[in-house]
């Protein structure tokens, strides 16, 4: 029986590995051998470690999930200053953005259409990153003394933006010069702040 520190080993590699081969050829074209070969292993230890690709899949969206969790957990205190934290974290280039991990999230992305786990997932995943923006801009509206009514809206503008960003990066990355991303969402973030109405 293996060691459960192996088996954590193995299967990061293998999730590691699938994302290597989904960021280059896509997700159709990830079989288990190409993992298995990205990943420096046999097809029979990626057999061994998940039931299919799919569970590789799903592992794949739990790290990449980590990792904006993490990103969304900046230390800034003033409200507003989170919001740009948070948006240099996920689309800056001075925190290192891969793009494999980018072209991973576009693939889980138009996976998310065609398979309803993965959906799952996106969806919660998505969810939550707006809400914790939505909750940003309340506070930082509030402390500006306005009202909080677009925040909502705030938020999902600049969630979406991400996304689009991260699909333009992927499919044209020279159509995305070095940090236009955040400086942009960075601008529909204040456009919020800014045209948000006094509170009454």
């Not at 693939?107 to 990153?129: K, S, T």
Request: charged letters at 20%; hydrophobic letters at 45%.
């Amino acid at each position: 029986m293996p060691r459960p520190q192996n088996t954590r080993q193995r299967r990061s590699e293998i999730i590691g590995g699938l994302a290597r081969v989904m960021a280059d050829q896509g997700y159709a074209k990830a079989t288990i051998q190409a993992i298995a070969k990205a990943a420096g292993l046999t097809p029979g230890l990626v057999h061994y470690h998940f039931q299919n690709k799919q569970e590789i899949l799903l592992a794949l969206i739990e790290r990449l999930a980590s990792i904006v969790r993490a990103r969304l957990d900046t230390e800034a205190a003033d409200p507003t200053d989170k919001i740009y934290a948070a948006i240099d974290a996920l689309v800056g280039t001075k925190g290192g953005i891969e793009s494999e991990a980018i072209a991973c999230w576009v693939v889980i992305g138009a996976e998310a259409v065609r398979q309803p786990e993965v959906q799952g997932l996106y969806e919660a995943l998505m969810r939550e990153a707006i809400e914790e923006f939505a909750n940003a801009f309340r506070s930082a509206m509030q402390k500006e003394g306005r009202s909080d009514a677009t925040a909502p809206d705030a938020a999902l503008s600049v969630v979406a933006a991400m996304e689009g960003f991260f699909r333009l990066a992927a499919g044209s990355p020279s159509c995305v010069p070095s940090g236009s991303a955040a400086s942009s969402i960075k601008q529909i973030a204040r456009g919020f702040l800014d045209s948000a109405e006094e509170a009454q």
